[in-house]
């Protein structure tokens, strides 16, 4: 069982940044597929990073892709969003997921079993 806890969000003017954490307990390896999602009022969640434990570069979706980093830190467990010239359009819930799957899968359409309870992100112009 892998429970998943985020932290970091919070509030930031256009322009700033934000760091997001999310700290892993349980089994992690490098069949582990790891995302950041978000979900604003009235929106469709979206997958805005992911990566998967055995290597492979980092993804990115067209409206992060430039100004969000997706990092892991393996001897801590904890899977991080670099967030910088933040847009009032990245104002959502940020959540992050993981899935134990394997490469192919994690690069095209994985189903994550494993959720944060989501942080808020809220940009201001």
């Known amino acids: 069982q892998l429970q998943l806890v985020e932290s970091g969000g919070g509030s930031a003017q256009a322009g700033g940044s934000l760091t997001l954490s999310c700290a892993a307990s349980?089994?992690?390896?490098?069949?582990?597929?790891m995302g950041w999602f978000r979900q604003a009022p009235g929106k469709e969640r979206e997958r805005v990073a992911f990566?998967?434990?055995?290597?492979?570069?980092?993804t990115y979706a067209d409206s992060v892709k430039g100004r969000f980093t997706i990092s892991q830190d393996n001897a801590k467990n904890t899977l991080y969003l670099q967030m910088s010239s933040l847009k009032p359009e990245d104002t959502a819930v940020y959540y992050c997921?993981?899935?134990?799957?394997?490469?192919?899968?994690?690069?095209?359409?994985?189903?994550?079993?494993?959720w944060g309870q989501g942080t808020q992100v809220t940009v201001s112009s």
């Open positions: 349980g089994l992690i390896n490098s069949w582990v597929c």
């Open positions: 997921a993981a899935a134990y799957t394997n490469f192919a899968t994690c690069y095209s359409k994985p189903t994550y079993d494993y």
């Open positions: 990566i998967h434990g055995s290597g492979g570069a980092p």
